[in-house]
C-alpha cells in the first residue's frame, strides 16, 4: 500500500505544456517532497496523481494498479489543501468525521475514528469548537484530521503550511513529520520553502518548469547538486 509510480506523465493546459514529461517512483511509506519555484507545476503534479486533472499522457500507477483514469475518490489517497476548507458551521467533530458520514459509516465506527484522529492530532479538548473559534494551526490539523480518518493509502499535501505565521510553520512542521513517523504512510508534500523540504524529507524532487532536475535525499542533492539550478535551489555552493 501506498506505492506511486509516474510513467511519462504530461499536461498541457491550451497551448502551455506544464509538464512535457515526468517518471517518478515513490515507494510506500516514504515522505518526498516536491519543491521549486512558483510556477514550476507542483500542483498541477499533485492533482494529476489525485486525479483532479486529467493527464494529457502517460501512466500512474498507485499500490500496483494503473489508475490512470480512476475517479479521485477511487485512488486511495487524500489530499490536504493550503486553504483549510473547513465547514464553519460544523464542529471539529463533525468536520472530521463528515468523509465517514458520506461514506456512509456506522455512528459507533465514526465516533472511535474520529477520538482516534483527535488523540494523534491533540484536538481531543476542541472537538465541539467551532472553525473560528481554532488557531491556525489547529486549524490546519482538523484539515489533516479529516484525511487521517479515510485511513489513505498515501496523504497529498499542497503547501499546507504557507497560511501559518514562520514559528507556527516550525510546529507544524515538526508535527507533520512526527505524525509521518506514527503512521509511517506515504506522504507527498508540496513546497516552494527549501528548509520544509531539506528538514522533512526521505525523498525530495526538485522541478523545473515541469521536469525533474533531481531526486534524491536531502544529504545527497547538498552534497551533489547535478547543476546550478539544484545548487541554488538547496542552498549549497557548486
Ligand atoms: P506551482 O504549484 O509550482 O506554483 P502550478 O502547478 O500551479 O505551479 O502551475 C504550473 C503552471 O501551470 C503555471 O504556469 C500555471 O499558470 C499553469 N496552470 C496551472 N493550472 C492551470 C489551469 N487550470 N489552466 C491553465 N494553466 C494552468
Ligand atoms: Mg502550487
Known sequence: MGSITLQSVSKVFGEAKVIPSIDLDIQD???????GPSGCGKSTLLRLIAGLEDVSGGKIVID???ATEKAPSERGLAMVFQ???????MSVRNNIAFPLKMAGMDKTEIDRKVSDA????????????????????QRQRV?????????????????????????????????????????????????????????????????NRGNIEQVGSPLEL???PRNLFVAGFIGSPK
Not at 29 to 35: H, I, M, N, R, S
Request: charged content about 25%.
Open 29 to 35: 511509506g516514504e515522505f518526498v517532497v516536491f519543491v
Open 64 to 66: 500496483g494498479k494503473d
Open 83 to 89: 486553504s483549510y476548507a473547513l465547514y464553519p458551521h
Open 118 to 137: 483527535a488523540r494523534v492530532l491533540n484536538l481531543t479538548d476542541y472537538l465541539e469548537r467551532k472553525p473560528r473559534q481554532l488557531s491556525g494551526g
Open 143 to 207: 484539515a489533516i484530521g479529516r484525511a487521517i480518518v479515510r485511513q489513505p493509502s498515501a496523504f497529498l499535501f499542497d503547501e499546507p503550511l504557507s497560511n501559518l505565521d514562520a514559528a507556527l510553520r516550525v510546529n507544524m512542521r515538526i508535527e507533520i513529520s512526527e505524525l509521518h513517523q506514527q503512521l509511517k504512510t506515504t506522504m507527498v508534500y508540496v513546497t516552494h520553502d527549501q528548509v520544509e523540504a531539506m528538514t522533512m524529507a526521505d525523498k525530495i524532487v526538485v522541478l
Open 222 to 224: 547538498y552534497k551533489s
